[in-house]
Every structure is written in C-alpha cells, then in structure tokens.
T-cell receptor, first 108, second 117 residues
Framework: AQRVTQPEKLLSVFKGAPVELKCNYSYSGSPELFWYVQYSRQRLQLLLRHISRESIKGFTADLNKGETSFHLKKPFAQEEDSAMYYCALRPAGTALIFGKGTTLSVSS | DTGVSQDPRHKITKRGQNVTFRCDPI?????LYWYRQTLGQGPEFLTY????????KSRLLSDRFSAERPKGSFSTLEIQRTEQGDSAMYLC???????????????FGSGTQLSVL
C-alpha cells in the first residue's frame, strides 16, 4: 500500500536548536516526495520537493531510498518556523498522498 | 487576489441535505484537485481534473459525491444526502502542468468547512 508516515504529532524545540521532522514512505516505485507547510491562519503551501534538491528557508530534505525516508532538517530553528508540516508522496500517475502532519513549535 | 478561492468558507447543514461547494483556481492552471481534511489528519485526496476531464476519483468518494469542472475553469463539489461523517474541511488546489509532473506545485485554497448536524 502507498502510505506516508509522520511519526511525531508534535515536535517542540528551542530557538537555535536543530530540527528534524521525520517522514517515512511506503511505495514500490520510484518516489516523488514533497514537504508542504501551513503557517498559522495561512494556506497550505509547498516548502520543497526532493527533485530540486533545494534549500528553502534553511530547510533541506534528502531522499533515502534504502530507509524509505525523506526527513526535513534545519540546523538552527527560528520562531517563525512554527507551523504544521506535511510530508507528501506522489505515486506515478496519481495525486499527492499526505501524511498526518507534524506540528513544529519553536520557543525562545 | 489571484490565488485559489473557495466558496463558501463555512457551511452548516442538516443531515440529509445536499450541499455544493465552489472552487475558482488560479486562472491559467490546468489541474484542479479536491481534498478533504479532518481534525488530526492530513489532506485526503478525493478527485482531480485536468482541464475539464476528471482523471481520477478516490475510493473515498462515494456515489453521494460528484464533482464537475465545466469548460476547465471553476469546479463544483456536490455532496448529496449529507451524513455526519461528511463533516470536514474541503480543500481545493490547482496547478499548472507543463512537462514533468515531478515539478508540480499545488496552490491551495483556504477551504470550505462543512458541519453536518
């Protein structure tokens, strides 16, 4: 079955601490993976996609096919990073499948 | 505002009534998606269109649900004979596909919150 698992509902860190939001996927084909983010009172929006290997707002994510993971990382968290983060998988020829999301709370 | 707009923002209805939601995508976008989200869950895919063609429907989408996108512009999602289990946030998203879908970026609307009493 095609599935995205985000094991943590809530991740609380202090400002300046490293952040790692975990995402594991289940898919037999070649995966396309994304991270979407929803800030308070804003719409869900794309943060980054694995194919572009980009860093957005200091966040990076590396696809690890051996561990079927696509963890989101940032070396130094900022208070404005507080949001709900969703990992998403696109199986070939179909729509995005989202995980349940992880709330990141960054406090000073 | 040139983003995805959804109407209404909130809908309260009684069990058994029919409801219809509207989504206006970003004007040049050729794909339009409907998702449903309940508390504590991520968005769940319902259906999507490429231009006016409905290309995929989720098994979640019972016969009581129907979606249209006439002329490949706005879309409507209708739920007939609503049930309490239909209470959720209904999200619309649009995108412009040019070439490989790997680069697809979905733009979401603010959603329609449905409460079935």
């Amino acid at each position: 079955a095609q599935r995205v698992t985000q094991p943590e509902k809530l991740l609380s860190v202090f400002k300046g601490a490293p952040v790692e939001l975990k995402c594991n996927y289940s898919y037999s084909g070649s995966p396309e993976l994304f991270w979407y983010v929803q800030y308070s009172r804003q719409r869900l929006q794309l943060l980054l996609r694995h194919i572009s290997r980009e860093s957005i707002k200091g966040f990076t994510a590396d696809l690890n096919k051996g561990e079927t993971s696509f963890h989101l990382k940032k070396p130094f968290a900022q208070e404005e990073d507080s949001a709900m983060y969703y990992c998403a998988l696109r199986p070939a020829g179909t729509a995005l499948i989202f995980g349940k999301g992880t709330t990141l709370s960054v406090s000073s | 505002d040139t983003g995805v707009s959804q109407d209404p923002r909130h809908k309260i209805t009684k069990r058994g009534q029919n409801v219809t939601f509207r989504c206006d995508p970003i004007s040049e976008h050729n794909r339009l998606y409907w998702y449903r989200q309940t508390l504590g869950q991520g968005p769940e895919f319902l259906t999507y269109f490429q231009n006016e063609a409905q290309l995929e429907k989720s098994r979640l989408l019972s016969d009581r649900f129907s979606a249209e996108r006439p002329k490949g512009s706005f879309s409507t999602l209708e739920i007939q004979r609503t049930e309490q289990g239909d209470s959720a946030m209904y999200l619309c998203a649009s995108s412009l596909i040019q070439g490989a879908v790997s680069w697809e970026k979905l733009f979401f609307g603010s959603g329609t919150q449905l409460s079935v009493l």
